[in-house]
């Protein structure tokens, strides 16, 4: 019987360098969010993590931490910053 999962992805440009699957129930989308960030900033320095954290209308913002949503085939959130960027794909797994 297929379940549910979140499955994590991570990338360094184009290249998976790393996957992790588990069920759904375990992390909302709003925890999914928080983690996918919390990776995003083992790519970053103090200074780019800080400026990332700053109101979006607020001078000197970076975007590298913002999460982008789709909703087209599969529900995906994904980081948008460059370079190493992480994606959380809710998939039917057996």
């Not at 790519?43 to 909703?71: C, F, M, P």
């Amino acid at each position: 019987m297929a379940r549910r999962c979140w499955v994590i992805r991570g990338y360094d440009g184009s290249e998976q360098a790393f996957e992790r699957s588990m069920p759904e129930g375990l992390l909302s989308e709003v925890e999914m969010k928080a983690v996918l960030q919390r990776l995003a900033c083992r790519h970053l320095s103090d200074d780019e993590v800080v400026s990332a954290s700053l109101r979006k209308n607020a001078t000197g913002y970076r975007a590298d931490l913002e999460i982008k949503q789709s909703h087209g085939g599969r529900f995906t959130l994904m980081t948008i910053g460059s370079g190493s960027h992480y994606t959380a794909t809710v998939e039917e797994l057996d």
